[in-house]
């Protein structure tokens, strides 16, 4: 079985800076890539940044410049770094990631997630 669980979320003044982490524990043999999404209140859940199994980063328009997604595999965890938050940032943060199991199943999972406001 494995476990995605997010942190870091919180409340933050606009133009302030929060650090997400994801942390995949269980039966976790490969990481492949891992997203962050949110999602706010009456509006689809979407893609915040990516980082594919085959390299590299994608982030939506609007957090470009904004956030970064970094990746620590020693200890499979994920980051998401975002600085100069926005009221429009105020969402559930989600991370997703595919993993092969111990077991050899190829799958995607979902954390809980974590609740970030950027509110004055």
């Known amino acids: 079985q494995v476990q995605l669980v997010e942190s870091g979320g919180g409340l933050v003044q606009p133009g302030g800076s929060l650090r997400l982490s994801c942390v995949a524990s269980g039966s976790v043999f490969r990481l492949y890539s891992m997203d962050w999404y949110r999602q706010a209140p009456g509006i689809q859940r979407e893609l915040v940044a990516g980082?594919?199994?085959?390299?590299?980063?994608n982030y939506a328009d609007s957090v470009k410049g904004r956030f970064t997604i970094t990746r620590d595999d020693t200890k499979n965890t994920a980051f998401l770094q975002m600085n100069s938050l926005k009221p429009e940032d105020t969402a559930v943060y989600y991370c997703?990631?595919?993993?092969?199991?111990?077991?050899?199943?190829?799958?995607?999972?979902w954390g809980p997630g974590t609740q970030v406001t950027v509110s004055s």
């Open positions: 997703n990631a595919e993993i092969v199991t111990v077991a050899g199943h190829r799958s995607r999972y």
């Open positions: 980082m594919p199994s085959g390299g590299g980063t």
